[in-house]
């Protein structure tokens, strides 16, 4: 029998992109990606693991802010090329702005605003870097 993993249609990069959404309210908190072992790692868990392009390794969503991913549901679109997780969301917080999610720019009269408070400052989160 094939892993659940073979049937994921990976790109050439071997991502695929991943919704979290929140169980609660159903918002769209963001886009993230995922590799093999990130999604095995997130079904055997219960908590979002994700590939960072631009770091090029494996994180658990929550290992340095606390804002952990609790998973309830796995889902796979019907091209099998997206995942959708449905969360929830320790400490409200999915956006390293300190926000509630990552799609807080709104288009407005051609340009791009922010329509979505800060909740914390990234500073108390993460620390200076």
Same mark, same amino acid.
């Given at each position: 029998?094939?892993?659940?993993?073979?049937?994921?249609?990976?790109?050439?990069?071997?991502?695929?992109?991943?919704?979290?959404?929140?169980?609660?309210?159903?918002?769209?908190?963001?886009?993230?990606?995922?590799?093999?072992?990130?999604?095995?790692?997130?079904?055997?868990?219960?908590?979002?693991?994700?590939?960072?392009?631009?770091?090029?390794?494996?994180?658990?969503? *929550?290992?340095?802010?606390? @804002?952990?991913? $609790?998973? =309830?549901?796995?889902?796979?679109?019907? !091209? +099998?090329? %997206?995942?959708?997780?449905?969360?929830?969301?320790? *400490?409200?917080?999915?956006? @390293?702005?300190? $926000?509630? =999610?990552?799609?807080?720019?709104?288009? !407005? +009269?051609? %340009?791009?605003?922010?329509?979505?408070?800060?909740?914390?400052?990234?500073?108390?989160?993460?620390?200076?870097?």
């Amino acid at each position: 029998m094939p892993s659940f993993l073979d049937t994921v249609r990976w790109n050439a990069d071997g991502l695929v992109p991943a919704i979290a959404q929140e169980a609660g309210s159903g918002r769209v908190l963001t886009l993230a990606w995922m590799n093999r072992e990130s999604l095995e790692r997130t079904a055997a868990s219960g908590e979002a693991h994700y590939w960072s392009r631009s770091r090029r390794k494996l994180w658990r969503k *929550g290992e340095s802010s606390g @804002h952990v991913q $609790r998973v =309830r549901e796995i889902r796979l679109d019907c !091209d +099998d090329d %997206a995942i959708l997780l449905v969360v929830e969301q320790v *400490g409200g917080i999915a956006c @390293h702005t300190g $926000r509630e =999610r990552c799609f807080h720019k709104r288009l !407005d +009269d051609g %340009a791009w605003r922010d329509a979505d408070p800060v909740l914390r400052d990234p500073k108390e989160i993460y620390g200076d870097d």
